[in-house]
């Protein structure tokens, strides 16, 4: 390796791919740096997949389109994808028992859209099981370097959670294992683990990214994004993965990708930043509150006006995503029947104690909860009670953020009501759904929203600030999160102990 090697994983996704284009590393070497950093950190968890032989066969073929000066914006650049996107380079779990073993002959749109940017994929991340959770804890997949299940570690604090359900995503860019990664977020799991891992993550608005090839959780509700250090590497990623897919995702809108790049330097003054009371209630933990709080005074400094607004029905989307989600979720994972993809049960006497054999084996108890759930509020007679009031609620959680929109340009607030907490320390299903507060409400509506470092709370945990924007203002979110990043350096910061 040549001197370069050494810094390859501090330069930002914008840096390394100016590198990669100039000639000053080869994309192999850059690969090759990563592989080994994945490695020598494999005890925090993050990777459930590497395949080195596949890595360095893209490196090369990224070298020989950098040596014939025909480099896309993201040439050579290594990227990690949560382990919910298939690949076929890579088997996919979505950190289920039911899909061990799976092998996709595909790849997901959005892995398809960054490898045609060049992008060389290094493995696939550690996530919930079918996206489901706020910490991670629920993957049933053994990490690389492990035998058995093993929890995801943030890398501020090893002896805590790193969020979910994009919780490897998250460890492997704060440990700099990877220059960036793809998450998915269906009620915050983007935006929750950038925040207990102090960094930056997007969901565009519904509909922007394709879902084709990503496994279904709550199809109304799931997006793709990107998490990287800035604000400045996701406007780079955005781009490429954003775009109509009409063939393949009926729900992906018919917009053009943008170069969200080009809109990064849009000013702060005169900004008018919404501040919902809902927020910064009762149950928002004081040291989150002090961050958050000082977050927003950098933004006045910077020229922008804090609003008082309103977001009344803040805490009805927690009993109204817990419907919805689980009822979509029990509809989609129902094609996990062991006659298709991956588990079967070995004994069983008819097709329905195949049925039942294999659901039982292959799902974990936070999915099997969830798919009870989920069928209980679609049965007959209890739709209307819960299903389609949860429905109406959803509509009136939109109809207030437009209701906002007319006073506020974007809305700020903390992703989550406290930093990061031990590993074990929520084992009540319910207190994890309570921490979902803050990002419920924007998935429910469908619009975008990001978490970005905005300062340190107890333990000297990260703690993340969400923007959230009107539908189709990723660029306006991205540019906001810029403006601060070029004023602070929380992004910046490393984890102590992660210096090598
Ligand atoms: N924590 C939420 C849940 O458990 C959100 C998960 C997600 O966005 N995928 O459902």
């Not at 400094?301 to 008082?308: F, R």
Request: glycine residues 10%; hydrophobic residues 40%; aromatic residues 8%.
């Amino acid at each position: 390796m040549t001197s370069h090697s050494t810094d390859l994983h501090d330069l930002s996704v914008t840096a390394l791919a100016a590198r990669l284009r100039d000639r000053q590393v080869s994309a192999v070497e850059t690969a090759e740096h990563f592989l080994a950093r994945a490695k020598a950190h494999q005890h925090l968890g993050a990777y459930v997949a590497l395949n080195e032989e596949a890595t360095l066969t893209q490196a090369r073929a990224a070298d020989a389109q950098l040596a014939a000066g025909k480099a896309g914006a993201l040439t050579g650049v290594p990227i990690a994808h949560k382990d919910i996107f298939v690949t076929r380079a890579f088997p996919t779990t979505a950190g289920s028992k039911m899909l061990a073993g799976y092998q996709s002959p595909f790849d997901a749109t959005v892995v398809t859209r960054l490898a045609d940017a060049g992008a060389v994929t290094l493995g696939k991340l550690n996530c919930d099981e079918f996206a489901m959770g706020s910490a991670n804890e629920n993957s049933a997949v053994a990490p690389v370097g492990f035998d058995a299940p093993a929890p995801v570690r943030n890398p501020w604090d090893l002896s805590r959670v790193p969020g979910g359900s994009s919780g490897g995503s998250a460890v492997a860019v704060a440990a700099r294992l990877a220059p960036a990664v793809t998450g998915t977020d269906t009620g915050g799991s983007i935006r929750q683990p950038a925040s207990f891992c102090g960094i930056t993550g997007i969901k565009p608005t519904y509909g922007r990214a394709s879902r084709y090839g990503m496994i279904a959780f709550a199809s109304s509700l799931d997006q793709a994004g990107p998490m990287a250090r800035s604000a400045e590497d996701c406007a780079l990623l955005l781009s490429e993965m954003c775009g109509p897919d009409p063939d393949r995702d009926s729900t992906s809108l018919d917009r053009p990708a943008e170069n969200f790049s080009a809109a990064l330097n849009e000013g702060i003054a005169g900004l008018r930043i919404g501040i919902p009371a809902e927020f910064f209630g009762d149950g928002l933990a004081p040291d989150v509150r002090a961050a958050v709080d000082a977050a927003l005074q950098e933004y006045v400094k910077l020229g922008a006006t804090l609003v008082p607004i309103q977001l009344p029905r803040t805490e009805l989307s927690i009993p109204v995503y817990y419907i919805l989600a689980p009822a979509e979720a029990s509809s989609n994972l129902s094609r996990f029947d062991g006659v298709k993809f991956g588990h079967r049960a070995k004994d069983y006497t008819d097709l329905v104690d195949m049925y039942k054999k294999t659901r039982a084996e292959g799902f974990g108890d936070e999915v099997k909860r969830r798919i009870m759930i989920g069928a209980y509020v679609l049965s007959e007679g209890y739709y209307d009670a819960y299903y389609l009031q949860a429905q109406k609620i959803r509509r009136m959680i939109a109809d207030d953020f437009q209701a906002a929109f007319q006073h506020c340009d974007v809305i700020a607030g903390p992703a989550a009501p406290t930093v990061a907490w031990q590993l074990g320390g929520k084992s009540d299903p319910l207190a994890n759904y309570l921490a979902d507060i803050y990002t419920l409400p924007a998935s429910l509506a469908g619009l975008p929203g990001m978490s970005l470092p905005a300062g340190f709370g107890e333990g000297g945990m990260p703690v993340g600030l969400q923007l959230i924007g009107n539908y189709f203002r990723e660029g306006q979110l991205l540019s906001a999160a810029h403006r601060f990043q070029q004023a602070t350096d929380f992004h910046l910061r490393q984890p102590a102990g992660m210096t090598q």
